[in-house]
């Protein structure tokens, strides 16, 4: 399937044209007459997919089909080339869907099409000389090859056909709708919260696999070390490892997502109670999953990279009859890596069905199962930081990252593995019902295994020469944690005096089930720490762990029950309004196995949210929002509760912000944004009494965003931005954290941009920029991790209709630079000049 061609994907997404077939009209109608049954019902182009035959096989709509817009003028603008952009624009200029095959029109230019015609008469100019035709079918046109008797069935069994209008969320890298923004049917630029939605022609473009590539060029959102064994982001000055979702439903483990069964992720910027329940402080990352449709799918790709990188993937999509339709997503990967003795072998498998017995009825049910083994790498130690109490915020810091190559690893690579095992079952429920009213049901049953261990660099270097050592520590960690989430939401529209109110209300109930364990390692059974030379830094000590007086070996069991009211106003064509309120009930009970010692919390949480829009113009929307978020002690990973902090308020995140979204055409967005996010109910001692604490409000961020997504020219897209972020500890809430320090791994300034350009229907370039200025590696500000810029570059080839070739080439100039930090000591170098070799063929 070609990048840019949103309306090919309509033709996709016809199979939510429903098919429905009924005996007595079977009985009623001569099988044998093809005719007949286009005279008696409407055109699907599905219908031929659905059935297995070949797009051209569908015939000619009788002369009584309606003629969209036929007797409409539209002025139009489009210049010669190829022929897939001059119809994305024709459809973009005239507002009329545009279905056809990629392979039909690979190839082919188009001529040119300037001033103002009918719909038909402007397709007949567009498709003059191309071999190609335009025919009418509901809601628009199918462009296609045309129909001879030789390739005209001579019988199809009659149907009843109902056709059903579904628009693309995205087009090419633009995404025109986020349904977990609001859980309903809403525009971008009509839901007022910074979003930023990385598209599939995106994640396909850049070769995304991961979360960190994900959010490389998403403007506000950083990447975390994560310890080397986990998933880590940081939204506007908050790290988090636990806000990430699936269609909607909390996936909050800590372990290494990949993207091979993800047709497009969301990043949504600022506290998210409202909608997502605990968590959500600085933003969540919600991953739509790919879907069983009625297009017939096949897709494999191989790849072969840097460091033996090797990876296959195949995605696989029928329909098994007119209601029902079967997608099969698998992936395996085996990678060495710049890093000395660090690898990765992961895969998944992802089966889906959807069923469709009917126009208002959809149940999509499936099953994941994932795996994930590599070495845990927590990168280089720091040199020269040094920290005395009470130092001044805003000196110039003294420690730097150990200077050494990039591919030292500290510790022990062979002893430091790390996997994770997910299972996972999913269903979507949803009916509409003649009253207006849809319901819609989902479930998610998840069973996480998660294991790390490591021998890692836990102290700075003491010099960077022959007399330098590196202290070394070891532990472990396991994880056993089952999650079921239940989400159940109604959705209703009302018209009163001429107000228009979109109700969504529900509830949602969870629980989480957790068993952690933590052991230390003893160097020679004696020791937790043992010093190697800077030059040579590999720990051969031998290691063993147990359990020291402080690591946790807990069971908890946490449930919440959620229940939310939203309501989405039109007050007037030019001014909105979104108002919303959730309320949860989150109650942990916690065992400590050590000492016998139960903990128990019950936190009320309610989450609002306000948020007003104005629009100038139809295409422009100003808006301004108000939201809350909250941390229940537990923490990200119910693992935090004490006795000491279980009575204590959760912490709380306040959103304020104000920005604008232009829809400069339909295929490319600006959007603009200025928040202050404030954290409050930071736990700190109290002064002069260090066996007291005290709740302050302990950190605030503010900044402004920029972000461009789309086509510039039909040749040209572009996603990217850039942002500014001012996030600092306003209470001083320990030796190492003052007043005034600015928040770890959070640069002031970030800029990104990636650029495809089309040179020709079979050839396209890719150039992308990243920029990150300087920032801490912890919050004492005493290791300055330096900015840098780097460059990454790609080449697209179609070689057919079958193979394309993909080269994709991360850091081209090779820059040294810093990639992500945990903390002063664990900080990762980035990889150095990266080449990635795809092959695709598409079936």
Not at 811 to 817: Q, T
Not at 820 to 843: E, K, M, W
Request: with cysteine; hydrophobic share 35%.
């Amino acid at each position: 399937m070609s990048r840019n061609s949103r309306y090919h994907s309509k033709l996709a997404d016809n199979r939510a044209i429903k098919l429905k077939e009924s005996a007595l009209t079977k009985q009623k109608h001569d099988r044998n007459s093809f005719t007949k049954t286009l005279n008696s019902g409407l055109i699907c182009f599905s219908m031929g997919i659905a059935m297995g035959l070949p797009h051209s096989v569908l015939a000619e709509p009788s002369a009584g089909t309606e003629i969209p817009a036929g007797t409409t003028v539209h002025a139009y603008d489009i210049s010669s080339g190829p022929l897939e952009t001059a119809l994305n624009q024709f459809a973009n200029q005239s507002g009329i869907n545009i279905s056809f095959d990629a392979a039909h029109v690979s190839g082919i230019s188009a001529q040119e099409l300037k001033g103002s015609f009918t719909a038909q008469a402007g397709l007949n100019r567009l498709l003059a000389g191309s071999g190609l035709e335009p025919v009418v079918q509901a809601g628009g046109y199918v462009v296609r090859k045309p129909v001879t008797t030789t390739n005209q069935p001579a019988t199809l069994s009659p149907v009843n056909v109902i056709a059903q209008t579904i628009t693309d969320p995205t087009d090419g890298y633009m995404a025109t709708k986020s349904y977990s923004a609001t859980r309903t049917d809403t525009p971008l630029r009509d839901v007022p919260q910074s979003i930023t939605v990385v598209t599939r022609d995106l994640i396909k473009d850049q070769n995304i696999l991961s979360m960190s590539d994900v959010v490389r060029y998403v403007p506000g959102v950083g990447i975390s070390q994560g310890e080397g064994n986990r998933d880590a982001v940081i939204f506007r000055g908050n790290n988090s490892t636990g806000d990430f979702f699936v269609d909607g439903l909390r996936d909050d483990v800590q372990y290494y997502r990949d993207i091979y069964n993800i047709d497009r992720v969301e990043v949504l910027k600022g506290a998210n109670g409202m909608i997502f329940g605990r968590g959500g402080g600085g933003g969540v990352i919600n991953r739509v999953t790919k879907e069983a449709g009625w297009t017939p799918i096949t897709e494999i790709s191989a790849q072969y990279g840097s460091y033996s990188q090797k990876r296959v993937a195949v995605d696989i999509g029928r329909a098994i009859n007119d209601i029902a339709a079967f997608r099969l997503n698998a992936m395996y990967e085996h990678s060495n890596s710049y890093r000395n003795g660090v690898d990765l072998e992961r895969g998944g498998v992802n089966p889906t069905l959807t069923i469709k017995p009917s126009a208002q009825t959809k149940i999509v049910l499936g099953g994941e199962y994932f795996t994930d083994n590599r070495v845990a790498d927590r990168g280089v130690p720091s040199f020269g930081a040094t920290f005395a109490s009470g130092s001044i915020p805003g000196l110039v810091a003294s420690g730097r990252p150990s200077d050494t190559h990039r591919s030292t690893f500290f510790g022990n690579a062979a002893n430091s593995p790390t996997h994770t095992n997910v299972w996972a079952l999913n269903s979507l429920f949803e009916h509409a019902f003649d009253n207006g009213l849809t319901v819609r049901n989902r479930t998610r049953y998840a069973s996480y295994d998660k294991f790390y261990q490591n021998v890692f660099a836990n102290g700075p270097a003491t010099a960077q020469d022959a007399t330098g050592t590196v202290a070394i520590g070891a532990y472990n960690n396991g994880t056993q944690r089952d999650n079921i989430f239940n989400q159940t939401d109604f959705l209703y529209t009302l018209n009163t005096w001429g107000v228009k109110h979109e109700f969504m209300t529900g509830v949602e109930y969870g629980r989480q089930v957790t068993d952690n364990l933590r052991n230390t390692g003893f160097f020679n059974n004696t020791a937790t720490s043992v010093n190697v030379p800077f030059f040579n830094p590999l720990a051969s000590t031998p290691v063993t762990f147990r359990q020291s007086a402080t690591d946790a070996s807990n069971h908890g069991v946490v449930e919440v029950v959620g229940v939310y009211l939203q309501d989405q106003i039109t007050l007037h064509p030019q001014l909105k309004a979104v108002l919303g309120l959730r309320y949860d009930n989150f109650e942990t009970n916690f065992l400590n196995n050590r000492n016998g010692q139960r903990v128990h919390s019950n936190d009320n949480l309610l989450s609002p949210r306000a948020g007003l829009i104005y629009k100038p113009i139809e295409t422009m929307s100003i808006y301004g929002n108000y939201s809350l978020a909250y941390v229940p002690r537990a923490g990200d990973q119910l693992a935090s509760l004490t006795l000491t902090n279980a009575a204590l308020k959760p912490e709380q995140f306040m959103n304020l912000e104000l920005g604008a979204k232009w829809d400069i055409r339909p295929d490319l967005a600006l959007t603009a944004a200025l928040y202050q996010l404030e954290r409050n109910n930071v736990i700190v001692p109290v002064p002069n009494d260090p066996t007291r604490t005290m709740l302050v409000d302990g950190q605030r961020s503010r900044g402004a965003e920029v972000g461009l997504m789309g086509r510039i020219t039909p040749q040209w897209s572009v996603m990217g931005g850039y942002a500014y972020t001012d996030a600092e500890i306003t209470k001083t809430q320990s030796v190492t954290a003052q007043a005034g320090a600015v928040v770890a791994q959070v640069p002031k300034h970030t800029f990104s941009m990636w650029n495809r350009y089309d040179f020709a229907p079979w050839l396209g370039l890719a150039l992308g920029v990243v920029h990150r200025s300087h920032m801490y590696a912890a919050l004492d500000n005493t290791v300055l991790l330096p900015g840098f810029t780097r460059l990454d570059s790609a080449m697209y080839v179609r070689l057919n209709k079958t193979l394309r070739v993909q080269a994709n080439i991360e850091n081209i100039a090779n820059i040294d630079y810093v990639a992500s930090a945990h903390n002063n000591n664990n900080i990762l170098p980035g990889a150095p000049r990266i080449y990635r070799l795809t092959v695709v063929a598409n079936f």
